[in-house]
């Protein structure tokens, strides 16, 4: 059962400000914008009611809003200032003056040559970085010029990396990189250079979806990596091999997932558990505002489904197709500090109703979703009166959500068997054999939480930087607003 808010919904809270914001009224075209960043954060805002400036009767006439917002020479200036208690209280809340890339990133597009990279200090405390390959997307730059997880580059364009330039060099479209070898720590050029090239890739969120049998038990392993609707096809479809092989135990590889949609989430909990659309997934506590001008409980409510159905901004059916879930009563999930919103929600919501276990390490702790505004007179993209003069977006913060049992973790979710990625012994992906996966089957078939039989480097060093943490999406949950 899905449950979005309305256009209706949304016109019914705009009414409700003490100050309208209509298109319709008088309010110069140079204060467009920063009318759309209060008007919505007015709406919407999570902590609206803690902001000053946000309050309903703050401003008593259009006069006093227009010349308020006059006040700030752009509209980052406006959005920040309204944030309340940024990076201690809201960590996630963001602008962008650009809503195709946001959109597109939203969706897994975006410009790249396929690796996703962590950077680690040298051993030597020099203050340079290194950074070490952990993924690479399929199809990409990357990919067809033999980059592999574990690869370590210590130089870009001839310079070496340091954590002051390391988003500059890797910022072009493109550069040539230099290969080192790992050397305890302080890695050493080994005379080995690629250029890379850019460009726009989408990538299949459902990374790897296997049986491993190990035993009597038969183990399905999906490592998922975005929680992005158009992917939702492909999700269902590994729970369907899974389902048809018979899997006795289930792995949900989410050590890179930072999040996003809640739909998505909501059926992914459901083709793990297949518990009855009755039973309740999520809850929603929005702003007072909103809170009060809804006096039907459920309608904040997310509940399991049965079935995967999604629509375009149009009303236009994507995808209509039954669950596959595989029934259990038990899964495990990998983790790490890249483990973020929706994934977490995932691992929240199933707790009430399913043993749940955790590989790996302390997650992000993002409890918060958002959604996206435009501006127009409902904040939608299709909503009446678009504004076509520029093309900002807000994503604020505008809920948190909790379990059926009004449970979450803002500190994030501790592991009961704690295993850090080793940047030098990082192994492959899907296979047996990696770190984390490899502890992950043992916990599985053996029971044992202690210390995990494998090897490790005595030489475990810290990542102090990610290539992901410059994406519009990054660590990111939201709602559709429909």
Same mark, same amino acid.
């Given at each position: 059962?899905?449950?979005?808010?309305?256009?209706?919904?949304?016109?019914?809270?705009?009414?409700?400000?003490?100050?309208?914001?209509?298109?319709?009224?008088?309010?110069?075209?140079?204060?467009?914008?920063?009318?759309?960043v209060?008007?919505?954060?007015?709406?919407?805002?999570?902590?609206?009611?803690?902001?000053?400036?946000?309050?309903?009767?703050?401003?008593?006439t259009r006069e006093?809003?227009?010349? +308020?917002?006059a006040?700030?020479?752009?509209?980052?200036?406006?959005? &920040?200032?309204?944030?309340?208690?940024?990076?201690?209280?809201?960590?996630?809340?963001?602008?962008?003056?650009?809503?195709?890339?946001?959109?597109?990133?939203?969706?897994?597009?975006?410009?790249?040559?396929?690796?996703?990279?962590?950077?680690?200090?040298?051993?030597?405390?020099?203050? &340079?970085i290194?950074?070490?390959?952990?993924?690479?997307?399929?199809? #990409?730059?990357?990919?067809?010029?033999?980059?592999?997880?574990?690869?370590?580059?210590?130089?870009v364009?001839?310079?070496?990396?340091?954590?002051?330039?390391?988003?500059?060099?890797?910022?072009p479209?493109? +550069?040539?990189?230099?290969?080192?070898?790992?050397?305890?720590?302080?890695?050493?050029?080994?005379?080995?250079t690629?250029?890379?090239?850019?460009e726009?890739?989408?990538?299949?969120?459902?990374?790897?979806?296997?049986?491993?049998?190990?035993?009597a038990?038969?183990?399905?392993?999906?490592?998922?990596?975005?929680? #992005?609707?158009?992917?939702?096809?492909?999700?269902?479809?590994?729970?369907?091999?899974?389902?048809?092989?018979?899997?006795?135990d289930?792995?949900?590889?989410l050590?890179?997932?930072?999040?996003?949609?809640?739909?998505t989430?909501?059926?992914?909990?459901?083709?793990?558990?297949?518990?009855?659309? !009755?039973?309740?997934?999520?809850?929603?506590?929005?702003n007072?505002?909103?809170?009060? #001008?809804? #006096?039907?409980r459920?309608?904040?409510?997310?509940?399991?489904?049965d079935?995967?159905?999604?629509?375009?901004?149009?009303?236009?059916?994507?995808?209509?197709?039954?669950?596959?879930?595989?029934?259990?009563?038990?899964?495990?999930?990998?983790?790490?500090?890249?483990?973020?919103?929706?994934?977490?929600?995932?691992?929240?919501?199933?707790?009430?109703?399913?043993?749940?276990?955790?590989?790996? !390490?302390?997650?992000?702790?993002?409890?918060?979703?958002?959604?996206?505004?435009?501006?127009?007179?409902?904040?939608?993209?299709?909503?009446?009166?678009?504004? &076509?003069?520029?093309?900002?977006?807000?994503?604020?913060?505008?809920?948190?959500?909790?379990?059926?049992d009004?449970?979450?973790?803002?500190?994030?979710?501790?592991?009961?068997?704690?295993?850090?990625?080793?940047?030098?012994?990082?192994?492959?992906?899907?296979?047996? !054999?990696?770190?984390?996966?490899?502890?992950?089957?043992?916990?599985?078939? !053996?029971?044992?939480?202690?210390?995990?039989?494998?090897?490790?480097?005595?030489?475990?060093?810290?990542?102090?930087?990610?290539?992901?943490?410059?994406?519009?999406?990054?660590?990111n949950?939201?709602?559709?607003?429909?």
């Open positions: 059962m899905k449950k979005y808010f309305t256009s209706k919904f949304l016109l019914l809270l705009i009414i409700s400000a003490a100050i309208s914001c209509s298109k319709s009224e008088d309010i110069p075209q140079e204060l467009e914008i920063n009318d759309f209060w008007g919505g954060l007015n709406a919407y805002y999570k902590w609206q009611g803690e902001v000053p400036d946000l309050a309903d009767n703050k401003f008593s006093q809003l227009n010349n +308020y917002l006040g700030f020479s752009s509209p980052n200036d406006l959005f &920040n200032s309204l944030i309340y208690r940024p990076g201690e209280v809201d960590r996630f809340s963001w602008i962008v003056d650009d809503y195709v890339a946001h959109n597109n990133s939203l969706q897994g597009i975006r410009s790249t040559n396929g690796m996703k990279l962590i950077g680690v200090r040298y051993s030597d405390g020099s203050g &340079n290194f950074i070490v390959v952990r993924d690479v997307i399929p199809g #990409s730059d990357a990919d067809t010029k033999g980059i592999t997880r574990g690869m370590i580059i210590n130089e364009n001839g310079t070496q990396l340091t954590s002051a330039n390391v988003n500059g060099l890797l910022d479209d493109s +550069y040539t990189i230099s290969l080192a070898d790992y050397n305890g720590g302080n890695p050493v050029a080994n005379g080995t690629i250029d890379l090239v850019k726009q890739i989408q990538e299949n969120a459902v990374k790897i979806a296997k049986v491993i049998t190990q035993g038990n038969k183990i399905g392993y999906l490592m998922y990596n975005q929680f #992005s609707t158009p992917y939702d096809g492909d999700l269902n479809n590994a729970f369907a091999t899974f389902r048809n092989e018979g899997i006795t289930l792995i949900i590889d050590r890179y997932n930072g999040g996003g949609s809640v739909r989430a909501t059926y992914l909990a459901s083709m793990i558990s297949g518990q009855p659309t !009755t039973n309740v997934f999520s809850q929603q506590i929005w007072d505002k909103v809170m009060n #001008s809804i #006096s039907n459920d309608f904040f409510l997310n509940y399991f489904t079935r995967l159905r999604n629509t375009d901004a149009n009303g236009q059916v994507i995808i209509d197709e039954p669950i596959n879930t595989v029934n259990l009563s038990s899964v495990y999930f990998i983790v790490t500090g890249r483990t973020a919103s929706a994934s977490e929600l995932v691992i929240n919501g199933l707790l009430p109703y399913i043993d749940v276990n955790l590989v790996g !390490t302390q997650t992000v702790g993002k409890q918060v979703g958002s959604i996206t505004l435009y501006d127009s007179d409902d904040y939608t993209r299709t909503g009446p009166n678009f504004n &076509n003069n520029h093309t900002w977006a807000m994503q604020p913060i505008v809920l948190e959500i909790q379990n059926k009004g449970q979450n973790e803002p500190n994030g979710y501790t592991p009961e068997v704690i295993l850090e990625e080793d940047v030098a012994n990082l192994g492959v992906l899907g296979d047996p !054999t990696e770190p984390l996966l490899a502890r992950t089957i043992q916990y599985i078939t !053996t029971g044992s939480r202690g210390s995990s039989i494998l090897s490790r480097s005595s030489s475990l060093q810290k990542t102090i930087w990610n290539s992901e943490m410059k994406n519009l999406d990054y660590n949950m939201y709602i559709e607003l429909k």
